[in-house]
């Protein structure tokens, strides 16, 4: 018989002073969300589209690369925007396919523009695919200058890749792309829930109760092995959101529908390496 810790605890390891970029991607026009550049230099375009596959809201950008294609920014992210403080880091959530070779890559900026400067900046990537959303972290490195306060922030996020085109730009290949969704300059603050002296798998699954989707957020410490199912009351199982999915070290958020389901408690189980753990759901 399986073991199963039933997970009951809802917590926030988010700072509550997040700047939202933009926000969130849910201003759009012609199919491209407003305020991140399409052109750029000679360059003729980014391949940035709006999608409806999001975080939270109705829309999440889109970005793609284009094999050979030359004379063109592929897959890339670019927005200029105002803020205050030092933030400590550039947070969001992603979805990729990432073929090998690639990467999607986090590299954002903030700027003292008022005094020509200085600046911090952070980098991270991936080269990793996640079918469901997956948070990333880019930390300001504050050390080169002395910088007390910034006033505008460059948000760069791209795919790179070992191609190179016609102006010796790096670039992707087909098949690799990224959904971008909920950006923003944050002082991420860590928090631990312990359970019988292990640390908790998953953080919320939210709504309670559920009429169309139920999300669950849960947190890998390691890279792992990991199934998703639903199941009903009794434990027969419902339904398989994913199944031996290769997944790194970090944030998740998972989708689980159960608009076609009858009002009643349903529980959602995650398998890590071998270890359940289950979360209960409420369909209303």
């Known amino acids: 018989m399986k073991k199963l810790i039933l997970s009951l605890s809802i917590f926030s390891c988010l700072n509550s002073t997040a700047q939202i970029l933009n926000p969130s991607f849910e201003s759009v026009t012609a199919g491209k969300p407003n305020n991140?550049?399409?052109?750029?230099?000679?360059?003729?375009?980014?391949?940035?589209?709006?999608t409806n596959i999001a975080h939270t809201g109705a829309h999440a950008a889109y970005i793609r690369g284009l094999s050979s294609q030359s004379y063109s920014i592929q897959g890339a992210v670019l927005g200029v925007f105002s803020a205050t403080g030092t933030p400590a880091a550039l947070q969001g959530w992603y979805k990729c396919n990432i073929m090998p070779g690639d990467s999607l890559v986090f590299n954002p900026y903030v700027y003292q523009t008022t005094t020509a400067g200085p600046f911090a900046s952070a980098y991270s990537y991936t080269t990793g695919s996640t079918a469901v959303y997956k948070q990333f972290t880019a930390n300001f490195n504050y050390t080169l200058f002395s910088v007390t306060s910034i006033d505008t922030v460059y948000t760069g996020i791209y795919l790179s890749g070992t191609n190179v085109d016609a102006q010796g730009v790096?670039?992707?290949q087909t098949g690799t792309w990224a959904i971008i969704d909920d950006i923003a300059l944050a002082t991420p603050t860590i928090t631990g829930i312990?359970?019988?002296?292990?640390?908790?798998?998953?953080?919320?699954v939210y709504p309670q109760p559920a009429t169309n989707m139920a999300f669950m957020i849960y947190n890998l410490t390691q890279n792992v092995t990991s199934?998703?199912?639903?199941?009903?009351?009794?434990?027969?199982?419902?339904?398989?959101?994913?199944?031996?999915?290769?997944?790194?070290?970090?944030?998740?958020?998972?989708?689980?529908p159960v608009?076609?389901?009858?009002?009643?408690?349903?529980?959602?189980?995650?398998?890590?390496?071998?270890?359940?753990?289950?979360?209960k759901i409420i369909k209303q």
């Not at 991140?36 to 709006?50: E, V």
């Not at 608009?259 to 979360?279: K, M, R, S």
Request: net charge negative; charged share 25%.
């Open 36 to 50: 991140w550049n399409t052109t750029l230099y000679n360059y003729s375009s980014y391949q940035i589209r709006d």
């Open 227 to 256: 199934t998703l199912k639903l199941l009903d009351i009794t434990g027969k199982e419902l339904k398989i959101i994913f199944e031996n999915e290769k997944q790194t070290q970090g944030k998740y958020k998972a989708e689980i």
């Open 259 to 279: 608009y076609d389901l009858a009002p009643g408690i349903y529980f959602a189980e995650l398998n890590i390496n071998g270890q359940i753990t289950v979360a």
């Open 170 to 172: 790096v670039i992707p």
């Open 194 to 204: 312990k359970e019988n002296g292990e640390q908790q798998l998953i953080e919320q």
